[in-house]
């Protein structure tokens, strides 16, 4: 391989490392400057609150288009136009003059960042051969991490000195850098001699499906679970997807490949993904609701404990990354999911008092084996798929990404609003609830302990269902791009 194309390939890396960051900064930013923003605009809880749920539900929901639209108009195109995207969506989020304007500009933002996240992966799959993939890929998940850490902490000192505005502002440099990194660097896509057309029907049906199921989830709480509204939606929803499967299985160029599912260790994968994403989002929180919650803590403090949940990954995803090239993705998605799985049981008994390595040490675990194991699905999932639908292929991962980790926060608020008023756990979450009762308080530590327990189960499914990844690979699935891949190399 020629010394320049070493170089462009670490180049392709690093613009596309550098999206991945500024986009999960932009989606955890919001969260510590939540209570600061409903004061600025004088809005509710529940207007608070769709300022994050908007984000995610357009980011799951253009997932799949975006995939697709990577597979036929071509990544680089993708990727450049979604940076414009999230660029000017992010300046409307910072000049913002209500509630409900916010809520549509991050609508807008959440699809920019959609139509990167399903771009990013493909483009680093086609940048790497695949003796060198996992170490990339694991390179890429560090930069969700540190989005993770940075997020919070730089949101409360900007919010600090220059309001809540900032946490907005502060993103567009670095998408600017990005998109000019991106036009340099990334290779032009082979235009298809074919035009096909879209799957707008598929996308409709799928969009408003998952659109209905999220806001059925959400507001299940505040509508009641058996009243006329809720499972209305919850039948919408159904005959929705219901619709989109219907259509999937008759069009020519379906947005959501129902083929791919065919292929044994891409389904698989796909319900690791899917039970993983549930079990996983969940910790953060009922850390949350724990710290701030029942034993009353400030968000700097709370904050700095959750620092082990994603700082030891910095070392591990790499390091992740490139033991899944050597002994295989397989072993190392079953070693991650089954630690992960240990560090929830051991989060399952935290008690009334604080102790710190009583929290501390299962994140460590946690975090470690998520470095070792996310990689290594990754690599296993889409390594499953053929090399010329790597985009779809990747849509359909982080959807199921997506949609776990909404149900995973969904769930984790069920069970915690099982033993707690709805109203004193949602208080509970934004730190924004009185001095407790010892009942109250009780309650509380009770709920997180239960649900830390509940969330087992997802891991054990996963485990169950990555034990068919340790399974030889059928001739026709990926062996042949995997063959061509490692001849070029």
Known sequence: MAQSDIRLKWSILAAVTLVSFITNVDATIVVIGLPRLMS??????????WTITSYIITSTVFLLPAGRWSDLIGTKKIFIASLAIFTVATFLCGIANSGSALIVYRFIQGTGAALALATATPIIVKAFPANELGKALGINSTSWVIGSIVGPVAGGALINAFGWRS????????????????????????SPKQQVKSDWLGMITFGLGLVGL??????????????????????????LFISFVWIELRVKAPLFNLSLVKH???????????SYSIGYFATTFLLTLYL?????????????????????????GPLGGAAADRFGPARLVLVGVFFLGLGVYFLGSLGPQLSVMAIILPQLLMS??????????????????????????????????????SLSLTLALVVAEVSVPPSVASQAFLGTAGV?????KSALVNSTDKGFQFFILFYAIAFICGLVLLRPHRSGQMSNSTVSTQKQA
């Open 214 to 239: 999220l806001v059925s989830l959400s507001e299940g709480q505040s509508w009641g679970w058996l009243s006329l509204r809720t499972l209305g939606l919850f039948v919408l929803t159904l005959v």
């Open 40 to 49: 600025g605009l004088h809005i509710s809880v529940v207007t608070g609150l």
């Open 368 to 405: 470690t084996a998520n470095g070792l194991g996310w990689p290594a699905l990754t690599k296993a999932v889409l390594s499953s798929a053929p090399r010329e639908q790597t985009g779809a292929a990747s849509g359909m991962f982080y959807t199921f990404r997506n949609v776990g980790m």
């Open 167 to 190: 946490i907005f502002f502060v993103t567009i440099p670095f998408a600017i850098i990005g998109m000019i990194a991106a036009m340099i660097v990334l290779r032009a896509d082979v």
């Open 292 to 316: 701030q919650g029942a034993l009353r803590l400030s968000p700097l403090s709370a904050g700095l404990l959750l620092i082990p949940l994603s700082a030891p990954q910095l070392v591990m």
């Open 436 to 440: 407790l009762s010892t009942n109250i």
């Open 264 to 274: 044994r260790h891409y389904s698989a994968g796909l319900g690791v993904t899917f």
